[in-house]
T-cell receptor, first 112, second 113 residues
Framework: GQSLEQPSEVTAVEGAIVQINCTYQTSGFYGLSWYQQHDGGAPTFLSYNALDGLEETGRFSSFLSRSDSYGYLLLQELQMKDSASYFCAVRDKNNAGNMLTFGGGTRLMVKP | DAGVTQSPTHLIKTRGQQVTLRCSPKSGHDTVSWYQQALGQGPQFIFQYYEEEERQRGNFPDRFSGHQFPNYSSELNVNALLLGDSALYLC????????????FGPGTRLTVT
């Protein structure tokens, strides 16, 4: 099976940089995705890493190290609207379909 | 372009009853997955449908069943409801070529009393 670990809560101030880590255990691996979910809302796709290295999309970047089974989401120039839950998710090679296994989520609180 | 839509938004049922939830995928997507999300937790995969067949199933009992129609829309049925089935039920659609990027609907909040 698969398991993912991420911190339950992170607090940061507006304008700062925050890193949300994710470690995973899986017997096969396609890639690591990140999703954002505001309270009462649906998860929305942020980024995907299939290969090692950094992927940058605006203020958000995501990193993957396959050898370390580790990834992180980096949020820069934090804004109040970034307060949300962030989930890492893996799609592994043992699955015939598009099944995603999600971590428990990290609740980010951005303070003024 | 309409995204993923789900109905109903909220639902209250009594233990032992049956419920049907509905989902229309994003235009151009042929694969629909269903997830259960308990409060404060990550979504848990229930099953996935492609070409009207259940392609993959998570660790959920047979009380959970589904269907996909020729227009790619899908239904999730839950029989013999338990209090523990109270959760947010999310539908996600994707294409096989971009399986890592799933588009989620707003969800159906099911409360079992």
């Amino acid at each position: 099976g698969q398991s993912l670990e991420q911190p339950s809560e992170v607090t940061a101030v507006e304008g700062a940089i925050v890193q949300i880590n994710c470690t995973y255990q899986t017997s096969g691996f396609y890639g690591l995705s990140w999703y954002q979910q505001h309270d009462g809302g649906a998860p929305t796709f942020l980024s995907y890493n299939a290969l090692d290295g950094l992927e940058e999309t605006g203020r958000f970047s995501s990193f993957l190290s396959r050898s370390d089974s580790y990834g992180y989401l980096l949020l820069q120039e934090l804004q109040m609207k970034d307060s949300a839950s962030y989930f890492c998710a893996v799609r592994d090679k043992n699955n015939a379909g598009n099944m995603l296994t999600f971590g428990g989520g990290t609740r980010l609180m951005v303070k003024p | 372009d309409a995204g993923v839509t789900q109905s109903p938004t909220h639902l209250i049922k009594t233990r032992g009853q049956q419920v049907t939830l509905r989902c229309s995928p994003k235009s151009g997507h042929d694969t629909v997955s269903w997830y259960q999300q308990a409060l404060g937790q990550g979504p848990q995969f229930i099953f996935q449908y492609y070409e009207e067949e259940e392609r993959q199933r998570g660790n959920f009992p047979d009380r959970f069943s589904g269907h996909q129609f020729p227009n790619y829309s899908s239904e999730l049925n839950v029989n013999a409801l338990l209090l523990g089935d109270s959760a947010l039920y999310l539908c996600a659609s994707s294409s096989l070529l971009a399986a890592y990027e799933q588009y989620f609907g707003p969800g159906t909040r099911l409360t079992v009393t």
